[in-house]
C-alpha cells in the first residue's frame, strides 16, 4: 500500500475475518493471525490517501476510532456457515471504517464517477 500511496489513491480492504470472529478457523489456505490485522492497522493509519475497510466488529479494528475514523452501518447482517456437520450460522454485523480522508471526501458516490468524467472530457 505505501507504494501506491497518495492523497489522490482511494483504497478498499476487505481483508479475511479476524479469527476471533470466526466459527471457522481454518477456512483459507494461508489464515493470517492476530499480528496481520494489527500491522494492517498500522499501515492504515498512517496511510495518505482514502481508505475504506470492511470487517466485524474487533478491537484490533475499533481502535481506528482513536484516530478520526468514522464507521458506517448499513444494517446488513453477514451469515456465515462454513462446516461439514451443519452448525447453526451465526449472524454477525458487517462494519465499514472509513479514514477522516475518505469521510471528508464523502465517499457516497460512486469511486470511478469523477474519473470517468475526466476521461469522457
Not at 497518495?6 to 489464515?31: H, M, W
Not at 477522516?100 to 457516497?108: D, H, I, L, P, S
Request: aromatic share 14%; net charge negative.
Amino acid at each position: 500500500m505505501q507504494e501506491w500511496d497518495t492523497e489522490d489513491t482511494t483504497f478498499y480492504c476487505d481483508p479475511p475475518y479476524i479469527l476471533d470472529t470466526r466459527s471457522q478457523q481454518k477456512y483459507y489456505a494461508v489464515e493470517p493471525g492476530d499480528e496481520y490485522h494489527k500491522q494492517l492497522v498500522e499501515v492504515l493509519i498512517n496511510v495518505k490517501g482514502k481508505v475504506v475497510l470492511s470487517g466485524y466488529d474487533h478491537p484490533t479494528y475499533t481502535q481506528l476510532l482513536d484516530y478520526g475514523w468514522w464507521t458506517d452501518l448499513y444494517g446488513a447482517k453477514a451469515a456465515m456457515e462454513v462446516t461439514a456437520t451443519g452448525g447453526t450460522k451465526q449472524k454477525r454485523v458487517e462494519i465499514v471504517y472509513r479514514n477522516k480522508q475518505a469521510a471528508e471526501y464523502g465517499m457516497k458516490r460512486p469511486l470511478w464517477v469523477d474519473e470517468l468524467r475526466e476521461r469522457e472530457g
